[in-house]
């Protein structure tokens, strides 16, 4: 089944509003001479947040893509400058972290090793859409010092020899980067760490279940009040279904599914659900929205199936709702129980997201 038209209009919508003022916008005001900001407010200044790897390397992945897409014309210059800023922030022990911030020692799975999967995937898009070899041999020094964290059954822990806690999330970008790379690349070595990432949420992150959990306790176990958040659930989903295995593929639409009948009200994806699947958070955040876009695009356009085609319809309606703020370009990050949208800067980080699930949608309707 092709997409409906519904579902076209909303692509046109989409792309319309990215390529005709998000990305012309953020290429304006979203970035000085020693990087991106990290947020900006409604009359556009920064927002103040410190300088972090991830939005240095989210935008190098938004501008490089948008190179390739051709959808901006000084998208490689700023997808350069991304990449530039990121080099920077490499530390005296290979690890890159914004300037002044001491190695870490809390936990709560976007720490160091979540901005070192973030640090990998804006080298493979720089990589991949311009070819410049310093940004692979950094990939593979990187890579070599990420072994460090490698957990002996299976994945990564946020620390070298951390037994627990232990988080999904890093994983899950671990597994984009790596993925990123094999495709830039064809380096088998990076395929056998992606294909690593796959087994383990096949077979660590979800043995009862089917789902993965945001936390877990010592040896991958499940945690005594299991979280789940739906959104990073279809992220998976979206990531497990690039994966060349039917196994994955079945798991990947096994775990949209649950998400979309537990995690979804009125269109919008929601928080946190507990183990029992039952919402905690009814709130909403924009990414959540994103990546059921991306997620359910992409399932449409493998499946044919018109109720994946119904969901992909019903996320353009969430992330349209998001993206209406009063300045145009800008977005709304946060959306409360109540239903009130939280007035507060426009991260940068979010345009990853929304870039990814519009390329995504565009993609699908293509096919």
């Not at 972290?97 to 799975?109: E, I, L, N, Q, V």
């Not at 946190?272 to 905690?280: H, K, Q, S, W």
């Amino acid at each position: 089944m092709s997409a409906p038209a519904p579902v076209r209009e909303a692509l046109a919508r989409l792309e319309g509003w990215l390529t005709g003022t998000a990305l012309p916008l953020w290429a304006r005001h979203g970035a000085d001479e020693t990087g991106f900001h990290g947020a900006l407010t409604d009359d556009l200044s920064p927002a103040g947040v410190p300088q972090r790897v991830r939005v240095q390397a989210r935008q190098a992945f938004v501008f490089a893509l948008a190179a390739e897409r051709e959808w901006l014309p000084e998208a490689e210059s700023l997808a350069r400058h991304a990449l530039a800023a990121l080099t920077a922030l490499k530390g005296d022990d290979g690890l890159y972290r914004r300037p002044g911030a001491p190695p870490a020692t809390g936990f709560d799975g976007m720490g160091e090793l979540y901005e070192q999967a973030f640090a990998l995937l804006g080298f493979a898009s720089g990589y991949r859409a311009f070819g410049h070899a310093a940004w692979r041999e950094a990939a593979e020094a990187l890579r070599t010092r990420i072994a460090a964290f490698a957990h002996p059954l299976g994945g990564y822990a946020e620390a070298s020899g951390l037994a627990a806690p232990l988080f999904a999330n890093p994983n899950m970008h671990l597994f984009e980067a790596f993925m990123a790379w094999a495709g830039a690349t064809g380096d088998t070595t990076w395929l056998t760490l992606a294909d690593a990432q796959a087994v383990l949420a096949h077979e660590r992150l979800t043995p009862a279940s089917g789902l993965v959990l945001e936390q877990y306790a010592a040896g991958w176990a499940s945690p005594a009040a299991p979280v789940l958040w739906p959104g990073h659930l279809f992220e998976w989903g979206s990531l497990l279904l690039q994966h060349d295995s039917a196994k994955h593929r079945d798991l990947a639409l096994h775990q949209m599914d649950i998400a979309e009948r537990a995690g979804v009200e009125a269109d919008l994806t929601l928080f946190a659900l507990d183990g029992e699947l039952m919402p905690t958070d009814r709130g909403a955040r924009l990414w959540s929205q994103t990546e059921r876009l991306r997620a359910t695009a992409m399932a449409a356009a493998l499946t044919g199936e018109a109720h994946w085609w119904d969901a992909t319809l019903s996320a353009c309606r969430a992330v349209e709702a998001f993206l209406a703020p009063a300045t145009p370009g800008l977005w709304r990050d946060w959306r409360d129980e109540a239903g009130a949208f939280l007035d507060a800067p426009a991260p940068a980080t979010s345009l990853y997201h929304i870039v990814g699930a519009i390329d995504a949608l565009a993609q699908a309707v293509a096919a």
